[in-house]
Nanobody, 120 residues
Framework: QVQLVESGGGLVQPGGSLRLSCAASGSIFRVNDMDWYRQAPGKEREMVARITSGGLPNYADSVKGRFTISRDNAKNTVYLEMNSLKPEDTAVYYC??????????????WGQGTQVTVSS
């Protein structure tokens, strides 16, 4: 069984910073792309940032220049460094990963979500 466990959410003032972490554990052969999504109340879930197994990042336009995604392949962990936070960044943030549980058998996994609230 594979699990994604997130941490690092919370309440922060506008302009502040937070760092989210997501660790994959369980029966894992290889972790491929890892992503962060977010969902605000009344809105659809949207991709925030993605990083390939080789470390190539991709960002939503709304967070470019403010958020940085990184990963530690030895720990099967992905991070999201969020700076210059705005009230519109308020959402539940979800970790997602494409994980090979055995060679060439890949499944999609989601974390439980962590709340990020940006408010004064």
């Amino acid at each position: 069984q594979v699990q994604l466990v997130e941490s690092g959410g919370g309440l922060v003032q506008p302009g502040g910073s937070l760092r989210l972490s997501c660790a994959a554990s369980g029966s894992i052969f290889r972790v491929n792309d890892m992503d962060w999504y977010r969902q605000a109340p009344g809105k659809e879930r949207e991709m925030v940032a993605r990083i390939t197994s080789g470390g190539l990042p991709n960002y939503a336009d709304s967070v470019k220049g403010r958020f940085t995604i990184s990963r530690d392949n030895a720990k099967n962990t992905v991070y999201l460094e969020m700076n210059s936070l705005k009230p519109e960044d308020t959402a539940v943030y979800y970790c997602h990963a494409e994980i090979e549980v055995t060679y060439r058998f890949t499944y999609s996994y989601w974390g439980q979500g962590t709340q990020v609230t940006v408010s004064s």
